[in-house]
């Protein structure tokens, strides 16, 4: 093996080694190799140098939370062997528009790097970076053994962009394509996997919107016989639904397509007996647009179903209930609050073993009220599922009471996130802020990786949380607080603390630097809208070399105040791609 | 900004201290879109050195949902909040709030036919997906369950089946149309109701003078 013969090469004085190493670096090699986990390879490359050595080199998969935190270069140098590879860009907040276009994340770079050191990559996974047609062109056309594409929040590519994979990556296995902002101007991507092509086990393009052939769709999914999860967007009718089931009874993940029927559609049977003849699919998503009538169809289904994505189907509570009692295995499921606290009441009776439960809304921006979910539907699941470990709650009214309720039947969670969704509202039954519920939170449940608070908050919750949550890696905050005393509870507190994200607070220059030791233990620190000043940052960013401080300014703002703070740790320097609007310090 | 509000008395001693509370702090908000109103304000008190916008200022701006806050003159009164302990409808236009992905809010607003559905004496308006209904009985039922939910929920009645209040003619299906005319629920074929439906009234048939007889069963 090439690789054997350069680590030769480097190896110092190997009667030396002989001496003092316990076994030798094939087999230290063979057993690293067997460590998946990234913390634990982290770990062990700071044992000794011969670890370290040995732990580069059998290293196969890389994640990089940041992309800012390291160069494609530094990658390349340390890590010779890697065939995966994963990517976070932006900040979080851009996903709503917090941050300036232009910002940066560009994935180009890296490919030119990877083209030139990791010609065989085979996996690829992006989130929330910028990526252009040119790049997909180039990837496509760089890497004969790539195999997995998935692209998650990512933008500024067209679908001319997925027709060169298409074209060009023989090898491929997956291409998952989720939520981007994408050009979207044809279907005829999918047309371009050539006839000879049959490797696919996943495709998901539920998330664009133009049609795509589907006589091509049909053919593809005929030959591909090892297609586990396929995810069809809007423009594929039930008809072509049932047609396309037939031909691939191992699915074990489905996204279907709209769930609207036209009146010169099959017979609802012949789609029943498709659904009922994929005895693998655990996992259900899309149903656009589903029409009440048809759910039936999946009530066999829904039997084995861990896993139902109702996010973007906007059923009623007398529907979705009459569906939730089919679905006994569920473990996640996603629902929008159109299904209302009747639905969700219907879920803790038929959903025991439920650990994930994520509540978006149908319509947050609305100006006059609509009815949605409050504290009862996600007490009443608490009740019912006493598993529950991860939730999203998106609600108009919350009180401290139902919070304590909810903790106390389900003691185990790791993420919990609730919006309540008017910013600074308090307990509508005792008009006090929500500090107890966060408080109750933050006691009870010592396992917390994940907080999102919201609601009237004074700095008592941000007390409680430096002062019990001792696993939480990751804080989110908005409109909460009274003073940089919060803040820096936090700071303080929080031993395993690796993003917090806080806009709308009154934290200002003595709670950021107070926590100047601590972001280099940390990921990332966002601040927006908050009280920090030019000169506070400055003064970190010096003291700090080895974080980059960049601030984001907003037209027309006080030239003093630091509208956007975004705080990063670093290998790799301030950073050159920054657009005008970005200044780093 | 804040002559736009007018700040009852506390209603409750709670009230009182939210009120009372006096640290100051500076919130910024800059580059939030706003409507005109708002924004000489916004930007008067921003352009000042050392600018110092009491929290509850910002509360009041952003017409955040305390009991004791009413709501600013203009405001639809079809939406206003009955009863206690219920909050005025949040106007606050800030961006990036909730936080959802802009992907989602896209999709879902290009994805149904949402309408609202407003029935006489309810506090809350509530919105049905027009395309996922077949038919006119389709929608009826759905809208069956909604106003049990209704009465049940707000006005701690025993739940009563409405198929009784629609057909006791207690209550009328009405809709507003693409020409802003109220009709009758059932006057036109369903897709082209679909098509033309703005807006969903359940009226109090006292007040359904003139809409023509009210003919489902």
Redesign the interface.
């Known amino acids: 093996m090439e690789s054997e013969s350069k680590r030769k090469k480097e190896s110092p004085n190997t009667a030396e080694l002989a001496v003092t190493a316990s076994f030798p670096d094939e087999v230290l090699e063979i057993v690293l190799s067997l460590l998946t986990s990234h913390r634990d390879r982290s770990s062990v490359s700071l044992v000794c140098k011969d670890w370290y050595r040995a732990e580069r080199w059998s290293r196969t998969q890389v994640f990089i939370g940041n992309c800012y935190s390291v160069s494609p270069e530094i990658l390349t140098r340390r890590f010779p062997n890697i065939r995966s590879v994963t990517l976070k860009g932006k900040p979080r907040?851009s996903?709503?528009?917090?941050v300036p276009p232009n910002w940066g994340a560009d994935i180009h770079a890296w490919l030119v790097a990877f083209a030139a050191k990791y010609p065989f990559l085979e996996e690829l996974r992006l989130k929330r970076m910028a990526v252009s047609d040119e790049s997909l062109e180039f990837l496509a056309s760089n890497f004969p053994n790539f195999k997995l594409l998935s692209l998650l929040?990512c933008d500024g590519f067209s679908t001319d962009g997925l027709a060169a994979i298409a074209t060009h990556c023989k090898n491929l296995t997956e291409l998952d394509i989720q939520?981007?902002?994408i050009e979207d101007s044809s279907g005829s991507w999918l047309s371009c996997f050539p006839e000879s092509f049959t490797s696919l086990e996943v495709l998901n393009f539920a998330?664009l919107t133009s049609e795509v052939n589907t006589d091509a769709l049909e053919r593809l999914v005929s030959r591909c016989k090892s297609l586990k999860v396929l995810k069809v967007n809007?423009s594929i009718s039930l008809e072509q639904l049932q047609r396309l089931l037939v031909r691939a009874p191992q699915l074990e993940e489905l996204g279907t397509g709209s769930f609207?029927q036209d009146l010169t559609a099959r017979p609802y049977a012949d789609l029943e007996s498709a659904f009922n003849n994929c005895k693998n699919i655990h996992t259900l998503s899309g149903l656009?647009?589903?029409?009440?009538?048809y759910l039936p169809a999946l009530y066999n289904s829904c039997a084995n179903l861990t896993f139902l994505n109702l996010?973007?189907t906007?059923?009623?509570?007398?529907e979705f209930a009459k569906l939730v009692v089919h679905c006994p295995r569920l473990r996640r499921l996603w629902v929008?609050d159109?299904v209302?606290d009747?639905g969700l009441e219907a879920v803790g009776s038929n959903c025991p073993l439920l650990e994930e439960l994520r509540v978006?809304?149908?319509?947050?921006?609305?100006?006059?009220?609509?009815?949605g979910v409050t504290e009862e539907g996600f007490v009443a699941v608490s009740f019912g599922c006493r598993r529950l470990h991860y939730v999203l709650y998106?609600c108009r009214?919350m009180t401290n009471a139902a919070v304590a309720t909810i903790v106390q039947n389900c003691p185990n969670f790791t993420h919990f996130r609730l919006?309540i969704?008017?910013?600074?509202?308090?307990d509508?039954?005792?008009?006090?802020p929500m500090d107890e519920a966060f408080g109750a939170v933050v006691k009870t449940c010592s396992k917390l990786q994940r907080l999102s608070v919201s609601g009237?908050l004074t700095d008592l919750t941000f007390e409680y949380i430096g002062k019990y949550a001792k696993n939480l890696e990751t804080l989110?905050v908005?409109?909460a607080g009274?003073?940089d005393r919060g803040m820096q509870c936090v700071l303080e507190g929080c031993p395993k603390l690796r993003k917090l994200e806080i806009?709308?607070?009154?934290f200002?220059n003595e709670a950021l630097l107070s926590g100047l030791e601590k972001y280099e233990s940390m990921r990332s620190l966002w601040m927006s809208?908050?009280?920090v000043t030019m000169n506070a940052c400055r003064r970190l960013a010096k003291q700090m070399p080895r974080l980059n401080v960049e601030v984001m300014k907003?037209?027309?703002?006080?030239d003093?105040?630091a509208?956007k703070v975004y705080i990063y740790r670093t290998v790799a320097g301030p950073r050159r791609d920054a657009p005008p609007s970005v200044l780093t310090l | 900004m804040s002559q736009d509000t007018t700040v009852d008395s506390p209603e409750s001693s709670d009230g009182a201290s939210l009120m009372s509370f006096d640290t100051e702090l500076t919130l910024g908000l800059p580059g939030e879109s706003r409507s005109p109103a708002r924004a000489p304000a916004f930007a008067q008190g921003h352009k000042k050195n050392c600018t110092k916008r009491g929290f509850m200022e910002t509360v009041i701006d952003l017409n955040l949902g305390t009991s004791h806050i009413s709501m600013p003159r203009g405001q639809n009164s079809e939406s206003r909040v009955s009863g206690t302990g219920k909050y005025p409808a949040a106007k606050a236009q800030v961006t990036g709030w909730p936080p959802v992905r802009s992907f989602r809010k896209k999709t879902l607003e290009g994805s149904s036919k949402l309408v609202k559905v407003a029935v006489d004496g309810a506090p809350y308006l509530r919105k049905v997906d027009l395309q996922i209904y077949s038919s006119y009985q389709d929608l009826f039922r759905a809208l069956e369950e909604m106003f049990t939910c209704f009465t049940t929920r707000d006005y701690n009645m025993e739940e009563r089946k409405l198929t009784g209040a629609l057909n006791g003619r207690e209550y009328v299906p009405t809709y507003e149309d693409k020409d802003d005319d109220w009709m009758l629920l059932g006057d036109v074929p369903w897709k082209m109701f679909v098509e033309s439906c703005k807006r969903i009234r359940l009226m109090k048939s006292s007040e359904a003078v003139g809409l023509g007889k009210y003919k489902f069963s």
């Not at chain 1, 996903?95 to 917090?98: G, T, V, Y």
């Not at chain 1, 906007?314 to 007398?318: E, P, R, T, Y």
């Not at chain 1, 978006?360 to 009815?371: W, Y």
């Not at chain 1, 969704?421 to 308090?426: I, N, Q, Y």
Request: charged residues 25%.
């Open positions: 907040f996903d709503f528009n917090l929040s939520e981007n902002g998330n809007k609207l656009w647009e589903a029409v009440p009538l996010s973007y906007a059923l009623q509570s007398g929008l159109t209302e009747k978006f809304p149908a319509d947050p921006f609305d100006e006059e009220i609509i009815h998106f009214q919006c969704m008017t910013p600074g509202l308090p509508y039954l005792t008009n006090e009237l989110s908005a409109f009274r003073s806009r709308d607070c009154p200002g809208a908050c009280n907003e037209d027309g703002s006080d003093s105040q509208d």
